[in-house]
């Protein structure tokens, strides 16, 4: 064998098995976690485990998929391996993520833009839909029977209007904020009839009402 060739592959094994079990340590740098390995003196890639203490003192496992030091995608299981969370990473923010319920049902499902939530939908155990969020948009909560208790809108990230709903779907409050912070509020009674009409200059000020004509 060529003196050279049995050189470089002595070498090369010597490199591969002289690595050291990695010891992982996590720092905060400009809101990002990153995972160092400081036993190789390396940004870290791999899966790394975790175990804590979670619910009525039972065990949670975590393993989180690493690459170049940033998490790709973590996975939080129940017990038996039941998933509990999944959160998928971008450039080491949260992208997309999802809870769920011991049964397996979805408990809520949110995306992020740089680790800001701009968008959420929480579901009850039975599988109802009871909030949704759209950052910027509308924000919408739901009672247990499905039907929409309450409904804010938004522009520019800002307020514009809201209504709030019996159970049985009926108006009962409708109300519109303007640019000045004076918020105008209607009042409707069980039946849907509006009752009256308040102006407040804040939401703090006690509000200026006037009963509405029959």
């Keep these: ?10 070498g ?8 050291k079990e990695p010891i992982i340590e996590t720092r905060h740098i400009n809101g990002k976690t990153i995972f160092y390995d400081i036993a190789n003196d390396e940004l870290f890639s791999g899966e790394h485990k975790k175990t804590d203490i979670g619910e009525k003192g039972k065990f949670d496992r975590e393993i989180i998929t690493v690459k170049d030091g940033q998490a790709v995608r973590s996975e939080t299981f129940y017990d038996q391996d039941k998933p509990k969370e999944v959160i998928d990473y971008k450039n080491g923010f949260p992208e997309e993520s999802k809870d769920y319920y011991q049964n397996g049902k979805l408990k809520s499902e949110a995306k992020y833009n740089e680790g800001y939530v701009i968008s959420k939908k929480i579901f009850s155990k039975e599988g109802n839909l009871t909030y949704d969020f759209q950052k910027g948009d509308h924000e919408i909560r739901y ?5 929409m208790a309450e409904e804010n809108r938004f522009k520019n990230s ?4 809201s ?4 159970q049985n779907g009926i108006l009962i409050q409708e109300t519109q904020y303007l640019d000045d912070g004076f918020f105008i509020r209607y009042n409707y009674d069980k039946t849907g009839k509006m009752t009256n009409k308040c102006t407040y200059e804040s939401v703090w000020a006690i509000g ?4 509405v004509s029959e």
């Design 143 to 147: 009672y247990a029977n499905g039907k």
């Design 158 to 161: 800002k307020k514009v209007s």
């Design 12 to 19: 090369t094994l010597f490199l591969a098995g002289c690595g």
């Design 163 to 166: 209504k709030r709903y019996t």
């Design 1 to 10: 064998m060529n003196k050279n060739l049995t050189f470089v592959l002595l």
């Design 208 to 211: 200026h009402c006037e009963k």
